[in-house]
């Protein structure tokens, strides 16, 4: 594991990073989901794709990389660029899952790989729907220590710099940016997720003009039983 500090809009940032088969000349670049981290991905794909050079990235405010201020997904997108830069790096293909796949879309790489990404609105339950009712409307009388009350599990334990950048990213509709993607794109999705539905899978691939849709058995974390089959896939490109 490695580290690179980077100033972006004046604040520090400590990215915390890993690569493997460092001397291979073609780099994919692994961007996790919300509340994991670089390892989710290098467990899934560090033995695969041996004829590429692997960069596993700690998101800003998850794993060992520091955040200090709220940012959204074109800040993430903005200093991940910025990361690559620094280790004069462009990337042959850039891998995404779930919020990383919103961050990747925004990089509008040569290649895209989105695993079960988010950016599609999806319709919320009538429990999360008057979660959020009364959370509004007793918002500004409950305690901050008790928000976790009206929260969803993503937010247990998080800190309150986290919390306000979740509220920024959770409700964004990605829809004009998927249609407007130019990169040739690689959508693998698990046929049981439940955070990131097949349905959305399925739109995604409407929206991007030069596309390929493979839906693959397992729920949000399919790639990691499915990595040969999107490895296989990649390197035959």
Request: proline share 3%; net charge positive; charged share 20%.
């Amino acid at each position: 594991m490695a580290v690179r500090e980077l100033n972006y809009n004046s604040h520090l940032y400590s990215i915390s990073y890993e690569i493997v088969n460092p001397s291979c000349l073609k780099s994919i670049v692994f961007l996790h989901g919300w509340g994991s981290n670089k390892e989710i991905m290098k467990q899934a794909f560090s033995s695969h794709l041996k004829d590429f050079k692997h960069i596993y990235i700690d998101l800003p405010g998850f794993g060992a990389s520091s955040i200090d201020s709220v940012i959204d997904t074109k800040d993430y997108k903005n200093i991940i660029e910025l990361f690559l830069n620094s280790l004069h790096v462009e990337p042959y293909f850039v891998c995404g899952h779930s919020f990383g796949g919103k961050i990747a879309s925004l990089m509008n790489p040569k290649n895209l790989v989105l695993l079960s990404s988010a950016g599609i609105l999806v319709p919320k339950s009538f429990e999360v729907r008057i979660k959020i009712k009364f959370f509004k409307l007793f918002k500004n009388i409950v305690p901050k220590n008790m928000y976790s009350l009206f929260a969803s599990s993503d937010v247990s334990g998080m800190s309150q710099t986290m919390y306000e950048v979740l509220k920024k990213v959770v409700d964004e509709d990605f829809s004009d940016i998927f249609k407007n993607i130019n990169s040739k794109t690689y959508i693998f999705w698990g046929k049981n997720d439940s955070a990131t539905p097949l349905s959305s899978g399925k739109a995604i691939s409407k929206l991007i003009k030069n596309s390929a849709f493979y839906p693959l058995d397992g729920d949000h974390f399919f790639f990691i039983k499915n990595s040969k089959f999107i490895a296989d896939k990649l390197e035959r490109l």
